[in-house]
């Protein structure tokens, strides 16, 4: 009888019944171009125009800068693929003392911040 369990899981894991976690590699991508936004930086063309194409980003065209925004859906996606990655919501994060939630706006402050 045991062997016929053994058996049965290795059949199930080969045909990929087991739970899977984390992210796609797309998800992956998705979710670290979504990142370089949120942390002022303009992630890679190509990834900036799938963003784009999909609603999750605009670019601001007033700026002089052409500064990419996030949009809500962007948000949304961001928080989704948060959950689906098992990491915590930014909110429930506590700030390191002396820091707040947000990422780095320029490299200046993030070479300061490291230093």
Do not use: W
Not at 26 to 47: D, E, H, K, N, W
């Amino acid at each position: 009888m045991d062997t016929q369990k053994q058996g049965n899981n290795r059949k199930s894991l080969a045909y990929g019944m087991r739970k899977r976690t984390g992210l796609s590699k797309t998800q992956a991508t998705r979710y670290g171009a979504l990142i370089s936004v949120m942390c002022g930086r303009t992630p890679f063309q190509y990834l900036l125009d799938k963003l784009m194409n999909d609603g999750f980003v605009i670019i601001n065209r007033q700026s002089n800068s052409g500064e990419v925004i996030i949009t809500e859906k962007g948000n949304n996606e961001f928080d989704r693929l948060t959950r689906l990655a098992g990491l915590p919501p930014l909110s429930e994060l506590e700030p390191l003392v002396g820091q707040s939630n947000e990422c780095p706006s320029n490299k200046d402050s993030y070479n300061q911040n490291t230093n």
